[in-house]
């Protein structure tokens, strides 16, 4: 590989797909902006967010003070604990349902309901458009998930115009935590820009309506950002908390376990319990179509991130990425069965999309062999490697029955 370069702390490379920066020592940019969790006056920035927070802030609880995204996992259930418990205020909460759903994730998305007391207004796309356009999406780009980032980002501002509600709150910035793309002191906002660059593939809605293919625009209008005019005569506005707090997911996760009783579980790809429990494909399939593409997976995220808050050494974090990246994918068959795709037709499909950087192709085995980021991570060995085990909490099986399939939509649990 030309010009390739690893960070000197965490296992980030200058191949990362969000773009990243060394340091004349060798540290990436991540790990940099990183380093401003310990050295920010955080409550200097907690009492910032109090006073952004209070030209929104309603005198009664008739009219909803902001939107807040959710799903069955990831950070909602710290931001509600924000939003509310801490801020006081009182949000519309609106959850997209990825139709991937797990058991799990409907019980904490039905739990999160009651124990904040809160109403939620959910988007449900017709199934039979969300597997035509998921169909599409993984023929022209090699993406399942393009739908979801899509409703994900896009139904929170629709929701924030039809209802005139101009503060809308998120959780962590991605570019942020993960490539320091920006700084704490900057309180980026969610943008239309970074939507389409960065979770959206350079892909909006209109662009999926093609000659070449079967969508039309009744296919994929509950996809569109709303008009700039709407969002500017609203003054819609979209937060990160993580630009006001001292993010860590691992803590928060485990806070929100002992206070809500969040629901965790073990994945075969990641060592961490936390992330996507709401979802059978994200750290399955769609895990395994990144780590075609870029050369590394989640786990790599996940280690790196693990790293950077010295609670994993820089060897234990390589042996970890190592004994999971390769892992099996597992409910494979489900997806087939959900779009209706046949094993030979699948492999055909994801091949286009194997980056030639990281997979050779033997002809002699037949078969793909993987070259990627962690068969050259070399150890650092100035650094200290005292820390070679992490605990993550696991309450729930992610197995599936035999009789299982997607939660298309859950009732929930009392």
Same mark, same amino acid.
């Given at each position: 590989?030309?010009?390739?370069?690893?960070?000197? =702390?965490?296992?980030?490379?200058?191949? #990362?797909?969000?773009?990243?920066?060394?340091?004349?020592?060798? %540290?990436?940019?991540?790990?940099?902006?990183?380093?401003?969790?310990?050295?920010?006056?955080?409550?200097?920035?907690?009492?910032?967010?109090?006073?952004?927070?209070?030209?929104?802030?309603?005198?009664?609880?008739?009219?909803?003070?902001?939107?807040?995204?959710?799903?069955?996992?990831?950070?909602?259930?710290?931001?509600?604990?924000?939003?509310?418990?801490?801020?006081?205020?009182?949000?519309?909460?609106? /959850?997209?349902?990825?139709?991937?759903?797990?058991?799990?994730?409907?019980?904490?998305?039905?739990? %999160?309901?009651?124990?904040?007391?809160?109403?939620?207004?959910?988007?449900?796309?017709?199934?039979?458009?969300?597997?035509?356009?998921?169909? =599409?999406?993984?023929?022209?780009?090699?993406?399942?998930?393009?739908?979801?980032?899509?409703?994900?980002? /896009?139904?929170?501002? $629709?929701?924030?115009?039809?209802?005139?509600?101009? %503060?809308?709150? *998120?959780?962590?910035? =991605?570019?942020?935590?993960?490539?320091?793309?920006?700084? @704490?002191?900057?309180?980026?906002?969610?943008?239309?820009?970074?939507?389409?660059? #960065?979770?959206?593939?350079?892909?909006?809605?209109?662009?999926?309506?093609?000659?070449?293919?079967?969508?039309?625009?009744?296919?994929?209008?509950?996809?569109?950002?709303?008009?700039?005019?709407?969002?500017?005569?609203?003054?819609?506005?979209?937060?990160?908390?993580?630009?006001?707090?001292?993010?860590?997911?691992?803590? =928060?996760?485990?806070?929100?376990?002992?206070?809500?009783?969040?629901?965790?579980?073990?994945?075969?790809?990641?060592?961490?319990?936390?992330?996507?429990?709401?979802?059978?494909?994200?750290?399955?399939? @769609?895990?395994?179509?990144?780590?075609?593409? @870029?050369?590394?997976?989640?786990?790599?995220? #996940? /280690?790196?991130?693990?790293?950077?808050?010295?609670?994993?050494?820089?060897?234990? /974090?390589?042996?970890?990425?190592?004994?999971?990246?390769?892992?099996?994918?597992?409910?494979?068959?489900?997806?087939?069965?959900?779009?209706?795709?046949?094993?030979?037709?699948?492999?055909?499909?994801?091949?286009?999309?194997?980056?030639?950087?990281?997979?050779?192709?033997?002809?002699?085995?037949?078969? *793909?062999?993987?070259?990627?980021?962690?068969?050259?991570?070399?150890?650092?060995?100035?650094?200290?490697?005292?820390?070679? #085990?992490?605990?993550?909490?696991?309450?729930?099986?992610?197995?599936?029955?035999? $009789?299982?399939?997607?939660?298309?939509?859950?009732?929930? *649990?009392?």
């Amino acid at each position: 590989m030309k010009d390739f370069q690893f960070c000197r =702390q965490c296992l980030y490379s200058s191949d #990362h797909p969000l773009g990243i920066t060394f340091d004349e020592t060798g %540290l990436c940019s991540g790990c940099i902006v990183h380093e401003e969790k310990d050295k920010l006056d955080w409550e200097h920035r907690w009492n910032l967010l109090v006073d952004l927070v209070k030209d929104y802030k309603g005198k009664n609880k008739k009219n909803y003070d902001c939107i807040v995204p959710v799903s069955g996992s990831q950070d909602s259930y710290y931001i509600m604990h924000i939003v509310t418990e801490k801020l006081g205020l009182n949000p519309l909460v609106v /959850a997209y349902n990825k139709y991937f759903n797990t058991r799990i994730g409907i019980h904490n998305l039905s739990n %999160l309901r009651i124990k904040f007391n809160c109403d939620i207004l959910f988007q449900n796309v017709n199934p039979f458009l969300v597997k035509k356009i998921t169909r =599409q999406s993984l023929i022209d780009f090699g993406s399942i998930y393009w739908p979801i980032l899509a409703g994900h980002t /896009a139904f929170p501002v $629709q929701t924030a115009v039809r209802f005139k509600i101009p %503060l809308i709150i *998120w959780g962590a910035h =991605q570019g942020m935590e993960q490539v320091g793309m920006f700084s @704490h002191e900057h309180e980026v906002e969610m943008t239309r820009r970074y939507r389409k660059d #960065h979770d959206l593939m350079g892909i909006e809605a209109d662009d999926l309506v093609q000659v070449s293919n079967f969508l039309n625009e009744e296919d994929i209008w509950q996809y569109r950002y709303p008009d700039s005019f709407d969002i500017e005569s609203i003054g819609i506005r979209g937060i990160y908390l993580g630009n006001y707090l001292r993010w860590d997911p691992k803590a =928060q996760h485990e806070k929100m376990i002992k206070l809500y009783n969040y629901r965790s579980t073990k994945f075969n790809r990641t060592f961490d319990t936390y992330d996507y429990v709401d979802c059978y494909n994200y750290m399955n399939l @769609h895990d395994l179509i990144k780590l075609y593409k @870029h050369g590394f997976s989640k786990v790599t995220d #996940h /280690a790196s991130r693990e790293i950077r808050f010295k609670r994993l050494s820089r060897l234990a /974090a390589i042996n970890l990425v190592k004994n999971y990246e390769l892992n099996p994918v597992e409910h494979l068959n489900l997806f087939q069965t959900w779009l209706g795709i046949k094993d030979k037709s699948l492999d055909f499909i994801l091949n286009q999309f194997r980056n030639k950087k990281y997979w050779d192709f033997n002809d002699d085995q037949d078969k *793909w062999l993987f070259s990627g980021l962690s068969t050259k991570m070399l150890h650092n060995e100035s650094q200290n490697d005292s820390n070679t #085990h992490i605990s993550f909490t696991s309450t729930d099986d992610f197995s599936l029955k035999k $009789q299982d399939k997607y939660i298309t939509f859950g009732k929930g *649990w009392y």
